[in-house]
């Protein structure tokens, strides 16, 4: 199972970025995906997540400017994200919580990272 996230880059603040997220490989479940960042000297912290259902549960700090959706026919996880701060620059990781196979257990996966820079 493989990750590959893209869509990062440098934005001035107000603007806005789309992170995508494909999941690949031989599995039987994905089960939720999400978003997590990380800024330089502190913790991997949730940004977003999406159930297969498509309910979400996103941070205080970007509620009501980001949104997560996802494709369950494409096997995707997209974060549109709006109003963007300078504090909202970090690493951002696509995660999926996998079963590989039926009786497997669901494991989390995780892309290789991709770079949100928020700077005029």
């Known amino acids: 199972v493989q990750l590959q996230a893209s869509g990062g880059g440098l934005v001035q603040p107000g603007g806005s970025l789309r992170l995508s997220c494909v999941v690949s490989g031989n599995f039987f479940h994905l089960n939720d995906m999400g978003w997590y960042r990380q800024a330089p000297g502190d913790q991997r912290e949730l940004v977003a997540t999406?159930?297969?259902?498509?309910?979400?549960n996103y941070a205080d700090s970007v509620k009501g400017r980001f949104t997560i959706s996802r494709d369950n026919a494409k096997n995707t996880v997209t974060l549109q994200m709006d109003s963007l701060k300078p504090e909202d620059s970090a690493v951002y990781y696509c995660?999926?919580?996998?079963?590989?196979?039926?009786?497997?257990?669901?494991?989390?996966?995780w892309g290789q990272g991709t770079l949100v820079t928020v700077s005029s």
């Open positions: 999406v159930t297969p259902l498509g309910n979400t």
């Open positions: 995660n999926a919580m996998v079963r590989r196979r039926f009786l497997d257990p669901v494991d989390a996966y």
